[in-house]
C-alpha cells in the first residue's frame, strides 16, 4: 500500500524559510516524477513544483527563485525548501506524483504571516 506522508510546515513571519519533507513507501519512488501541491483555505488544489525521476525541476511561476524541489531516490524522499515566504504562500502541501496516482496524505500546514 502506498503511503505518502507530508512533514515540516508551521507558522514563520513573512520572509521566513520552511523546509517540508515528503516521505514515499509502497512505491518504487525513483520510477515516478514528484510533485508538490498546495490548498488554500477555499481555493482548488494547485501544483507548485515537479522533479523527475532524474532530477529535472520545474515551478510555477510564483514560487520560481524561492522554492527549491530536490529529492533522494534511495531515501524514498523528496524535500521543498521554501524561502522568503509571503502570506499568499499559507496553504496545507501535499505531495504526490505528478499524475497523482495515489491517494493524498494529510498534508502538512504552512501559515505565513505578516
Known amino acids: 500500500q502506498v503511503q505518502l506522508v507530508e512533514s515540516g510546515g508551521g507558522l514563520v513571519q513573512a520572509g521566513g524559510s520552511l523546509r517540508l519533507s515528503c516521505a514515499a513507501s509502497?512505491?518504487?519512488?525513483?520510477?515516478?516524477?514528484m510533485a508538490w501541491y498546495r490548498q488554500a483555505p477555499g481555493k482548488q488544489r494547485e501544483s507548485v513544483a515537479f522533479?523527475?525521476?532524474?532530477?529535472?525541476?520545474n515551478y510555477r511561476a510564483d514560487v520560481r527563485g524561492r522554492f527549491t524541489v530536490s529529492r533522494d531516490n534511495a531515501k524514498n524522499t523528496m524535500w521543498l525548501q521554501m524561502n522568503s515566504l509571503k502570506p499568499e504562500d499559507t496553504a496545507v502541501y501535499y505531495c504526490?506524483?505528478?499524475?497523482?496516482?495515489?491517494?493524498w496524505g494529510k498534508g502538512t500546514l504552512v501559515t505565513v504571516s505578516t
Open positions: 504526490n506524483t505528478t499524475t497523482q496516482n495515489w491517494s
Open positions: 522533479i523527475t525521476g532524474g532530477g529535472a525541476t
Open positions: 509502497g512505491m518504487i519512488f525513483s520510477r515516478y516524477g
